[in-house]
Structures are given as structure tokens and as C-alpha cells.
């Protein structure tokens, strides 16, 4: 699908997407997916985005997912992110990382 296709997507049809559809999403695709597509979705689903998906979302799209989700994300993950995303997250989500994924920041 197209950024602009993706971004189309209502919040149900984004959390039908399978992890294997989300975990081929590119930087483009995932920046074009919005702060309510993000928070639809699940544990699992955000897992299956890559390090450079997850590296490409805004810091509005990082403030809208969970603290349950931001601690579920993998070391790789956690390394994609960016100095503007980490400087974005609330004391709650910074709290929620895991203490291996702090050494790899």
C-alpha cells in the first residue's frame, strides 16, 4: 500500500492487518500511519514493526502508544529510536523501557 493509502485506513481495518503485513512496513509507510492507527494497535502488532519503522514515527505517534507496548519492544526496536522521540516520551513511558534497552540508547 501507498502512505497515503495506509493513512486512509480506519483504526478497525489497521487493526486487521496481520504482523507479518506490519512487519514489511517501510520509514515512509510507518511515518504515514497516525497517532490513532498507532494506538490501535496491539502489543504483538507494534512488535512486528522494524527498528527503522518504529525509528521513522513521529513524536506525536510515539506519546500515543502504551506504556505496556513501549516495554514490550525489543532491544533492536528500542535502538531505532530516535534523540527526538526518547526527548518526547512522558516519565511514565521512559519508565516503562526495560533496563537492557537503557544500555543500548
Do not use: N
Not at 500500500?1 to 478497525?12: E, I, P, V
Not at 504515514?32 to 527503522?52: D, E, F, K, V, Y
Not at 500515543?64 to 518526547?88: C, F, P
Amino acid at each position: 500500500l501507498r502512505s497515503t493509502q495506509l493513512g486512509a485506513l480506519t483504526t478497525t481495518q489497521i487493526g486487521a492487518l496481520t504482523t507479518t503485513q506490519l512487519s514489511t512496513l517501510s520509514s515512509t509507510q510507518s511515518a504515514a500511519l497516525t497517532s490513532a492507527q498507532i494506538a490501535a494497535l496491539t502489543t504483538t502488532q507494534l512488535g512486528a514493526l522494524s527498528s527503522t519503522a518504529i525509528g521513522a514515527l513521529a513524536t506525536a505517534q510515539i506519546r500515543g502508544m502504551e506504556t505496556t507496548d513501549l516495554a514490550a519492544l525489543t532491544t533492536t526496536q528500542v535502538a531505532g529510536l530516535t534523540s527526538g522521540q526518547l526527548s518526547a516520551l512522558t516519565s511514565t513511558q521512559a519508565a516503562a523501557l526495560e533496563t537492557t534497552d537503557i544500555g543500548v540508547l
